[in-house]
Nanobody, 124 residues
């Protein structure tokens, strides 16, 4: 069965950095488009970033452009999200997601497989 496990979350001060990882198993990782989403308390889950199967195409939400960088290592079945210049409004549970479609997707309903999430808290 498909399993996605996020790690790397934590508490950081505003302006700091974190690197999230998403380790995948039970799937042919290089065949899946991958994405990061986040959900703050009381808010809907929102798109953060996505990356195509071999990393040639990426997409970012406007709120994280130029601060976050998505990448993947297909040899390690792992996707990453480097988050720099973090802001308090980045505080949320971050989820990784996978979909077996070659086009990058930006809506939660486009992804069939989800991890359990990792908490990111940015203090002011």
């Amino acid at each position: 069965q498909v399993q996605l496990v996020e790690s790397g979350g934590g508490l950081v001060q505003a302006g700091g950095s974190l690197r999230l990882s998403c380790a995948a198993s039970g799937l042919t990782f290089s065949s899946y488009t991958m994405g990061w989403f986040r959900q703050a308390p009381g808010m809907e889950r929102e798109f953060v970033s996505a990356i195509s199967r071999i990393g040639r195409s990426t997409s970012y939400a406007d709120s994280v452009k130029c601060r976050f960088t998505i990448s993947r290592d297909n040899a390690k079945n792992t996707m990453y999200l480097q988050m720099n210049t973090l802001k308090p409004e980045d505080t949320a549970v971050y989820y990784c997601a996978a979909r077996n479609i070659p086009v990058v997707g930006t809506a939660p309903h486009e992804y069939a497989c989800w991890g359990q999430g990792t908490q990111v808290t940015v203090s002011s």
